[in-house]
């Protein structure tokens, strides 16, 4: 009941009820939020958050699309009629954004916000661009050829505007009163850049944000697809973006021959006169134009659609040709990593070789200066562990023994453990190398042990086997002389001596 002029006022609002309010706005603002980035495949509902600071961060594609103009319709229709345009826009840009792979999550008036993430197969841009082409082809060859016959010769025009990114989403609203308030907030430039360009898009455009275009496949990019770049002003700000009118699906061009095509009926052509001054010639005329329009079109798509194969088959050319080159690349690189490899293998050899050359030195070198302090055992195995030492670098046990430890160092020191080993080390050098070379044992440790062991005719067999190997000098005949004349093979070797002379 309306209060009557005079009559004392009821206030409904009370100081408890701003007090509430403002409880309400300190627990938000006092409460730190709390954001975790969204893994799903599924466009976030009111449901997925709690009334509480938390947020989602979500990467997805924004699609706006509404009516241009839809305020001079209004006011110039019956409201009848512009509900039901209205009705059957929104339910067709729902089911163009849903089977697109997209969800609805804002419908304010004539405007639709659709949202599109990424799954395993298809990116998000890749389906808002879908839902954008569906709903270009939908409104130009589906809404506008029966809302023309349907609702008084009536049609409408739509702008897409469309970004790409992270978008923070959090809940807002409350229960109040036994009913819920609640809705999403897409808070970030992704959803206001979008909304932008929806507005900036031109009547059957769609206009995507250079971000957006940044994220498409390369095969729905320009030079194939025909975008166009642009920068278009509103008020003090400038967008940029791509934009491209009447971007249809390839569908369509299939159902040429559908009600879509050429629709000329006597309402239609009633619509600048009376139906009365129709004639034979405007009807034919209206036809004609109709069809040109219409082969226009189809010629126009069946352009776009060679352009297309013939930049497909340009790619799969160019494809060969870089697998090609991978190819002979991935060869040139197994050859070079054989090379790096043989290399490596060299140098660890080399490596190898330096450093047991360097071990077989320095402990051959010790041993032969530090003979004396060994036990006996302990140089025997020693002397084993050198001699397949030195088969890695090159050196034989002879040499060993020759060069590195000296039969004239090893015979003395051996002889007080095992005179027949001493006797068998004068032997062996006796039957590998001329007398008087590096190495020869000493001629007193030779009596000494020849004597001891009781091989002097051994002893001398060896000796004419060493000069029959070995042709003696004079200086070698003299040496050998003075050890058989104390060995008592003085009468024997002075025959054989002179003919070894003669």
Not at 181 to 199: C, E, F, P, Q, R
Not at 269 to 282: A, I, Q
Not at 338 to 352: A, G, M, P, T, V
Request: net charge negative; aromatic share 10%.
């Amino acid at each position: 009941m309306i209060q009557e002029a005079g009559a004392e006022k009821v206030n409904t609002f009370t100081k408890e009820d701003l007090e509430e309010i403002s409880g309400k706005i300190t627990e938000v603002l006092d409460t730190p939020m709390e954001v975790e980035d969204y893994v799903g495949d599924v466009v976030p509902s009111v449901d997925d958050l709690d009334d509480s600071n938390e947020g989602l961060l979500v990467e997805c594609a924004i699609l706006f699309v509404d009516i241009r103009g839809s305020t001079t319709l209004s006011d110039t229709s019956w409201a009848k009629s512009m509900a039901k345009i209205y009705r059957a826009f929104v339910r067709a840009m729902v089911l163009c954004v849903y089977k697109s792979g997209g969800h609805v999550r804002q419908i304010v008036g004539d405007r639709v916000m659709g949202v599109f993430v990424n799954d395993e197969e298809k990116k998000a841009t890749e389906k808002a661009l879908e839902a954008a082409r569906a709903i270009v082809t939908t409104i130009d060859y589906y809404f506008n050829p029966r809302c023309r016959t349907k609702v008084n010769g009536k049609e409408i025009q739509c702008g897409v505007g469309i970004d790409f990114g992270k978008v923070l989403l959090t809940q807002v609203g409350m229960k109040a009163q036994e009913e819920e308030a609640k809705d999403l907030v897409w808070a970030g430039k992704i959803a206001n850049m979008a909304s932008k360009h929806t507005d900036l898009a031109e009547p059957g455009e769609i206009f995507i944000t250079k971000r957006f275009y940044d994220g498409l496949p390369a095969y729905l990019k320009a030079g194939e697809m025909d975008w166009k770049s642009i920068i278009r002003l509103k008020g003090s700000s400038f967008f940029e973006g791509f934009v491209k009118q009447n971007f249809y699906l390839d569908c369509v061009i299939e159902d040429s021959n559908s009600e879509s095509t050429v629709e000329i009926t006597k309402d239609a052509l009633s619509l600048n006169g009376s139906k009365d001054d129709l004639n034979t010639s405007d009807i034919i005329n209206s036809i004609v134009q109709g069809t040109q329009k219409q082969t226009e079109k189809l010629l126009d798509r069946f352009e776009s659609v060679v352009r297309r194969e013939v930049v497909l088959e340009d790619r799969e050319k160019k494809l060969q040709n870089k697998c090609k080159e991978v190819a002979i690349k991935e060869q040139n690189l197994l050859k070079k990593q054989e090379s790096l490899e043989l290399l490596k293998s060299s140098i660890s050899s080399e490596i190898e070789f330096k450093k047991n050359q360097v071990e077989f030195n320095l402990r051959a070198e010790f041993l032969s200066n530090n003979l004396d302090t060994f036990k006996f055992e302990d140089t025997l195995e020693e002397i084993k562990n050198l001699i397949s030492l030195g088969e890695k670098v090159g050196i034989t046990a002879l040499e060993l023994k020759r060069r590195k430890l000296y039969y004239w160092r090893l015979v003395p020191y051996i002889k007080k453990y095992n005179l027949y080993l001493a006797f068998s080390l004068i032997e062996e050098n006796l039957t590998e190398f001329p007398i008087d070379t590096v190495g020869m044992p000493w001629d007193s440790d030779i009596i000494d042990v020849v004597r001891r062991t009781n091989q002097k005719s051994e002893f001398y067999d060896l000796i004419k086997q060493n000069f029959k190997k070995f042709p003696p000098n004079a200086s070698v005949l003299n040496r050998v002389r003075n050890i058989l004349v104390q060995l008592g093979f003085q009468d024997r070797f002075e025959s054989y001596e002179q003919r070894f002379i003669e």
